[in-house]
C-alpha cells in the first residue's frame, strides 16, 4: 500500500495509507544502509510504500520502499554529533517564525534557514510574531529587519498569534498546501498553529525568564491535516540551523540580491570576497545589498557553526 508519513518518532512512523487510515510502521534496517547518512531515513512528508503484517491481532506496517522527494529541508545539528538531519520532505511552502526578542531570533539564523530554502527550491515565508508585545522602538527595528528581506523578495508578515492579527492571511496562504512551520522554541509555532487550528490543542509553554528561551514542546516533527484543505508540519524548535550540502562556489546563488548582480563581476566564477571588481561588494558599499547578509554569506562560507546569540544587524 502506497502512504504518506505523518509522524516520526525515529524508530517507528505514523503513515496515512491511501484507504485514508492510519497505521503504524516500521522500516526493514536495509533503509539505514542505503547511503541516506541522515539521523532518520524515513522523513515527515514522505511518500512511502509499505506491507501491512498482523501482529497479535494489531495491523503494524513495514515500509519498503520511500519513493523520490520532491524536495526537503535538512540541518545539521550544531552539538558535538554534527548529525544530519532532514525535517520533513515534499513540502509547498515554509512559514519561518520570528522574534525580536523573547526570545531573539538572528539574522545569522534566518539567512541560513532561507539558504537552504533556496537550495532545495522551497518558497519561504517570514512571519514576525508577537507584534503585539513590542514597544515603538521594537517595532522600529522589526519594520528594518523585514524591509531588508522584502528588499530581496521574501514576504514578511508581522503578525500575533494570540490577537488574531493577519493569522486569517497565513490561512489562506496555506490553501491546497503543504506547508511547513518552523523557527527558535518560544516563538509561537504552536500558539500560531491553535489559533489556525483550534481543535487541534498542541501543547505550549512559557518562555525561560533567565535565557529568554523557548521551552521544547514539539519533540517529532508531525503533520496535521487541517479543516480548510491544507496540511501543516509543526516542527520541533531549533536552537542553530547548520547548511548542509551546498558547494562553496554555489552559495551566492542562493542569496538571491547576489544571484541578482553577480553576472557583473569581472571573475565569472567571483566568490565575492578579495576579488576586483566585485559587483556584489560594489552593491554592498553603495547600499544596495544589507551587511547582515553579507556577513552572513562569509560565516557560512567559512564553514563557521550558526552561533543564533550573534547579533550581526549591523556593518560594526
Not at 515554509?94 to 532545495?120: G, K
Amino acid at each position: 500500500m502506497k502512504g504518506t508519513v505523518y509522524k516520526s518518532t525515529g524508530s517507528w512512523y505514523y503513515v496515512k495509507g491511501e484507504d485514508g487510515k492510519y497505521y503504524d510502521c516500521r522500516i526493514k534496517g536495509k533503509f539505514r544502509i542505503k547511503g541516506i547518512k541522515s539521523t532518520n531515513p524515513v522523513a515527515v512528508g514522505d511518500k512511502v510504500e509499505f506491507d501491512i503484517e498482523d501482529k497479535e491481532g494489531a495491523e503494524q506496517g513495514v515500509i519498503k520502499k520511500i519513493d523520490k522527494r520532491e524536495n526537503y529541508i535538512i540541518r545539521k545539528s550544531v552539538n558535538l554529533s554534527k548529525q544530519i538531519h532532514i525535517i520533513a520532505s515534499n513540502i509547498d511552502q515554509v512559514f519561518l517564525l520570528i522574534t525580536l526578542n523573547n526570545p531573539p531570533t538572528f539574522t545569522t539564523f534566518i539567512d541560513r534557514f532561507l539558504v537552504t530554502a533556496e537550495a532545495y527550491g522551497i518558497k519561504a515565508v517570514l512571519l514576525f510574531n508577537k507584534i503585539d508585545t513590542y514597544n515603538e522602538d521594537e517595532l522600529v527595528e522589526i519594520k528594518y529587519l523585514a524591509a531588508i528581506y522584502r528588499e530581496v523578495g521574501y514576504e514578511c508578515i508581522g503578525i500575533s498569534a494570540k490577537t488574531g492579527k493577519n493569522v486569517e492571511k497565513v490561512k489562506e496562504m496555506m490553501l491546497g498546501k503543504t506547508s511547513m512551520f518552523s523557527g527558535h522554541s518560544g516563538t509561537g509555532k504552536s500558539t500560531l498553529i491553535n489559533a489556525l487550528e483550534p481543535g487541534l490543542n498542541l501543547k505550549t509553554s512559557e518562555i525561560s525568564g533567565q535565557h529568554k528561551q523557548g521551552q521544547h514542546t514539539t519533540t517529532f516533527a508531525e503533520m496535521f491535516d487541517l479543516s480548510f484543505d491544507a496540511r501543516i508540519i509543526d516542527t520541533p524548535g531549533i536552537k542553530g540551523f547548520g547548511v548542509v550540502d551546498i558547494e562553496r562556489e554555489e552559495l551566492g546563488n542562493y542569496f538571491p540580491e547576489f544571484f541578482k548582480v553577480k553576472q557583473n563581476c569581472k571573475f565569472h566564477n567571483c566568490m565575492h570576497l578579495e576579488e576586483p571588481q566585485c559587483a556584489v561588494k560594489e552593491a554592498l558599499e553603495e547600499g544596495k545589498i544589507a551587511w547582515s547578509r553579507y556577513k552572513s554569506y562569509l560565516q557560512i562560507l567559512e564553514g563557521e557553526e550558526d552561533n543564533y546569540r550573534t547579533d550581526i544587524y549591523k556593518k560594526e
